[in-house]
């Protein structure tokens, strides 16, 4: 496209940017780089470049990488204590999430999640092809009566525990498998990543709840954390991010940061490096998030 001076929309942007996963792909696509070293449509409108800036990164990532999105209260949490998140942050973070989704090859819940909220998990505030939705289940607690079993609307991958049986029950249903897993240990974030991308599951998006992301973030599991910050207080609720911490602030983790608003809310992208996804998981990190129930 390298002659094309037609103005890019944001609208263009975003069906072009869902098409590039190299730097190649980029440079065909029309992004040049800017006077800061970011890339720029050659020819594109402010909202345009807002969208390669935020997500040409993820785009060009490749075919691995794992990375997680919460939205939550000035005061860190994701829900009311009734469990309504209907809705924590605004109509432009529903958009981004919908966004995060389209560049997924699976987006992940916990059995929580599941149960309360659900969800579609789908695409569509933006244009972008469904991920397979992955239901993590070791107790077989989610009823198969909910729109991850039912709608058909994208294929669901329900992740079991062999304890619990309830795998044969969605044998048949279009659009649904199961993935039974042998103990907790299988469950781990890690050994959960490389399942999926043995299924051709590469790219991952944690997306709720809470404990589900706190366990990837506290195991060295994810790549990058997504948090939108809303402009509202709760008082209490449903917490987002909690997991054992170091005792000492200067002990705190404190990865590089970039800073986005979207409408009144504030999006942060944490870059967390880049985990070695043949590391097993080691010594006090085994353990976090099971005292609290994870995926319970």
Partial sequence: MTGDHRVVDADAAW???????????AVSAGLVPGPDGRM??????PGADDLADRYLPLC??????????????LDGFIASRTGDADY???EEDRAHLHR???????VVVGAGTAVADDPRLTVRACPGIDPVRVVLDPHGRVP?????????????????????????EVA?????????LPDRAAFAPRNLVRELAARGLG????????????????????????????????GDGVPGLAFPGPALMRDALRPPTRRVRLGEDTLFELDLGTPDPGEPVGHEHARAGQARGEAQ
């Avoid at 069906?15 to 792909?25: F, H, K, N, P, T």
């Avoid at 060009?60 to 209260?73: C, E, H, K």
């Avoid at 198969?144 to 309830?166: E, K, M, N, Q, S």
């Avoid at 048949?172 to 039974?180: H, I, K, P, W």
Wanted: glycine residues 14%; proline residues 4%.
């Fill in 40 to 45: 720029r449509w050659r020819h594109g409108t």
């Fill in 60 to 73: 060009l990532a490749g075919p691995r990488l794992t990375f997680a999105q919460l939205g939550q209260s």
């Fill in 144 to 168: 198969l009566g909910h729109r991850l079993f039912t709608d058909g609307a994208a294929p669901t991958l329900w992740v079991v525990g062999a304890a619990c049986g309830r795998g044969p």
């Fill in 15 to 25: 069906e072009r940017l869902l098409g590039i996963r190299s730097v190649a792909d």
């Fill in 172 to 180: 048949g249903r279009d659009g649904v498998d199961v993935l039974t």
């Fill in 88 to 90: 924590v942050t605004g």
């Fill in 203 to 234: 790219r991952v998006l944690v997306e709720g709840g809470g404990i589900t992301v706190s366990r990837f973030l506290h195991e060295g599991a994810l790549h990058r954390l997504y948090v939108t910050v809303a402009p509202v207080l709760l």
């Fill in 100 to 106: 995060m989704r389209a560049l997924a090859d699976a």
